[in-house]
């Protein structure tokens, strides 16, 4: 959570940097402290520090302290290990799997539940109105884009996955109020994708982008779901980031289903088994 703040630190008022920095130079301690000391240390209006909290994503200050203090207090300490070429299975096997692991605890103490509920009822949306769900990603977050749409759209959501940046470009032409895309990337600077979200923003549609804290692109889309790792974006062939990626849509896809409701998707899930069983051996 730390690491995030600092990381959109640039992002904020000045103002607002202000409270950020509070947090920074002494967490402990801004978890204790009511909001007029809060404000009186900082020196700003009590307005400003509860504004700073909905800026990083949260309800308010109270929604802010709780998960400060989680983080603080179960945080897993992330030492990202890197394999060499010295290392035997073992070694390979422990740090990646130590990695991953590391990864996903930390997310979980990081998260801001008001933010993947806002992504949440954007997708409710678009299913109760029947309107369009579109995913893009580019290269190993395409995958993960492809990922999104085969569990979406056995809900009976209209969607797409697209990794191709001129369809991206066009689907995003075609999207407007009431639609969603939800846009994936390790490093929030891929030119494509920045492109297309401007698009589909200024046609009206709903912007969710899973990106890492701070990026371009975290600025860009309407809702920013925090996808935040200590791999090198740069890498040839990400893991972590993947594999939290997948995470965060699976998350989304099970609070979006039980947003729906069992009683409408349950009769059209086991219509879909019923028909799948003819395409097995027995």
């Known amino acids: 959570m730390l690491d995030r703040i600092q990381a959109t630190l640039h992002t904020l008022s000045p103002s607002e940097q202000r409270v950020a920095q509070l947090v920074l130079d002494d967490a402990r301690s801004f978890c204790n402290q009511p909001v007029t000391d809060l404000a009186e240390r900082a020196q700003v209006s009590k307005p400003t520090v509860v504004r700073f909290c909905r800026s990083m994503g949260y309800d308010g200050l109270s929604d802010f302290k709780l998960k400060l203090a989680g983080s603080l207090s179960e945080g897993v300490p992330f030492i990202h290990r890197n394999v060499n070429a010295q290392d035997s299975a073992d070694d390979v096997l422990g740090k990646v799997v130590d990695n991953t692991v590391a990864a996903l605890l930390k997310y979980r103490n990081d998260a801001s539940t008001a933010t993947l509920e806002k992504a949440v009822e954007a997708m409710a949306y678009v299913h109760k109105h029947k309107k369009r769900l579109d995913f893009f990603g580019v290269g190993n977050s395409g995958i993960v884009a492809q990922d999104a749409q085969h569990k979406f759209f056995r809900m009976g959501f209209h969607t797409n996955a697209l990794s191709d940046g001129h369809l991206q470009i ?107 069983l003819k395409k097995r051996y027995s």
């Open 170 to 276: 066009m689907s995003a032409s075609l999207l407007g109020a009431g639609d969603c895309l939800v846009v994936i990337s390790s490093s929030g600077r891929t030119r494509d994708l920045l492109d297309s979200c401007e698009i589909a923003r200024k046609n009206g549609a709903t912007t969710v982008v899973i990106t890492a804290s701070g990026s371009t692109l975290a600025q860009s889309g309407d809702i920013h779901l925090a996808a935040d790792h200590p791999e090198n974006y740069e890498r040839f062939s990400p893991m972590v980031s993947r594999l939290l990626h997948l995470m965060i849509i699976d998350i989304l896809a099970t609070r979006v289903a039980l947003h729906i409701g069992s009683e409408n998707l349950q009769p059209m899930l086991r219509n879909m088994k019923h028909n799948l």
